[in-house]
């Protein structure tokens, strides 16, 4: 069975602008099951835009608490419930995102009420089955395993391995370089990998007007330089390599080129520079 991996969203950080691209979200089709990793703004719309009903989710993974990766995971849920979602589906994910759960719930009890008075809605607070993410667990014919990233100040933070049907997609979720990813994308059909170029960040930091010298720490050692993307890619072997979570994104001084000049410094085969609604077979 030939799966693919659909990249929704491939902006790093939560702020978009006029010719940016959405933050992150990728939709797998793997096992026979429709899978969502991560929930970042505009998820809901990129559903429905890869022909796939809000209510055909069989499980969601969010890789860690940032808010360009689970922001619209509640708003997903309120709007599958409308459109006719009636059972609980999976949702794994860091300790806290609990606490996530409740206060979206808290912060729309009005209208939730409302709806399961007025309209006969099922209960809402059910839909979502949170659990924890753990090293490896298996899911209806779908084996997942979970690596602890490097991505400062959060330690609960994680990559991804799918497998099924003598297929594996790995992603890397949010991380600085660490040469452990070859070892745990070694021989995948799919890596999907973080990227940044270091001198897009001076750039994206140059215009801030909202942050200081901080966010430029931050992003300089919270994740990977994308030449250093394609040494992960040649050292694993995979047979496919995309780039999301682009940093900077949307800056029309840093083109497909440059992106693809850092990376050939170490991969040279097949590469794909996501955009929003990019679908990669497998």
Not at 9 to 14: A, H
Request: glycine share 10%.
């Amino acid at each position: 069975m030939t799966g693919s991996v659909a990249l929704m969203g491939v902006k790093g950080g939560p702020a978009i602008r006029p010719g940016s691209h959405m933050p992150t979200s990728t939709l797998i089709r793997l096992g026979g099951k429709t899978i969502l990793i991560d929930a970042g703004l505009g998820v809901t719309r990129g559903i429905c835009d890869q022909g796939v009903a809000l209510t055909q989710i069989d499980m969601i993974f969010i890789t860690h608490l940032h808010s360009d990766h689970y922001l619209e995971l509640g708003p997903l849920f309120h709007t599958a419930w409308t459109a006719g979602l009636n059972h609980a589906i999976p949702v794994i994910g860091p300790k806290g995102l609990d606490t996530y759960w409740a206060g979206f719930q808290q912060s729309m009890h009005f209208d939730i009420d409302l709806r399961m008075r007025d309209e006969g809605r099922c209960d809402f607070a059910g839909l979502a089955q949170l659990s924890a993410l753990s090293d490896e667990a298996a899911f209806d014919g779908i084996t997942v395993k979970a690596m602890r990233n490097i991505h400062p100040p959060i330690k609960d933070t994680y990559a991804l391995r799918l497998e099924a049907d003598d297929k594996s997609v790995v992603l890397s979720g949010d991380t600085a370089y660490m040469p452990e990813m070859a070892e745990f994308a070694k021989d995948a059909d799919l890596l999907v990998h973080e990227a940044m170029l270091r001198e897009g960040v001076e750039a994206l930091c140059a215009r801030m007007t909202n942050g200081d010298e901080r966010l430029r720490a931050h992003i300089l050692r919270s994740h990977t330089d994308a030449v250093d993307v394609g040494r992960i890619a040649r050292d694993a072997r995979v047979k496919q390599l995309a780039l999301n979570h682009f940093v900077p994104d949307g800056d029309p001084d840093f083109t497909d080129a440059h992106w693809e000049a850092a990376v050939r410094q170490y991969w040279s085969g097949p590469l794909t520079l996501g955009k929003d609604g990019t679908v990669i077979s497998l």
